[in-house]
């Protein structure tokens, strides 16, 4: 199955997320968005996609995007981790969809970032994540 035009292959390596290869990438000037076809190894005992999947590519996606939002606006980010992230489930996602997390920002500082981000399989919103991810700025930059 191809991504849909734009997406390309997600080649950063992660122990957490080679089981759920292959991931695809679209980026943006000010976010990145991830994306992935639904296949067995997403799933939960009843067959839809598993809630800590979601979260952790939520996670994934929405820390990229605070870094690559605060890079376009000049700030030297050299590190971030997630300080607090929530999730909330709406819906189910099926075998065979396309599955995709997009970020859309609320507040940006030099310290601070908080992110909002919807989920949707095939068009449809099944989540919603908002989070807040600590700033470490690279010190010879700054």
């Known amino acids: 199955m191809q991504p849909p035009v734009g997406f390309e292959p997600f080649t950063r390596e992660s122990p957490l997320l080679a089981p759920w290869k292959p991931l695809f990438v679209r980026h943006e000037p000010d976010r990145v968005i991830l994306g992935l ?5 997403h799933l939960n005992s009843r067959g839809t996609v598993h809630g800590g999947l979601l979260a952790a590519l939520a996670d994934q996606a929405m820390g990229m995007s ?14 971030l981790w997630t300080s607090g992230m929530t999730i909330d489930y709406l819906d189910v ?3 065979g969809q396309w ?3 997009d970020t859309h920002f609320s507040r940006t500082g030099r310290t601070l970032c908080h ?3 919807d989920i949707t399989a095939d068009g449809q919103t099944v989540a919603r994540a ?3 991810f600590r700033v470490s700025l690279d010190k010879a930059a700054a």
């Open 99 to 101: 599955l995709a997390f």
């Open 93 to 95: 996602a099926w075998p």
């Open 130 to 132: 908002r989070g807040a």
């Open 115 to 117: 992110v909002e981000m």
């Open 66 to 79: 605070c870094a690559a939002r605060l890079r376009a606006e000049g700030v030297p980010v050299s590190n």
């Open 37 to 41: 076809h639904i296949h067995e190894p």
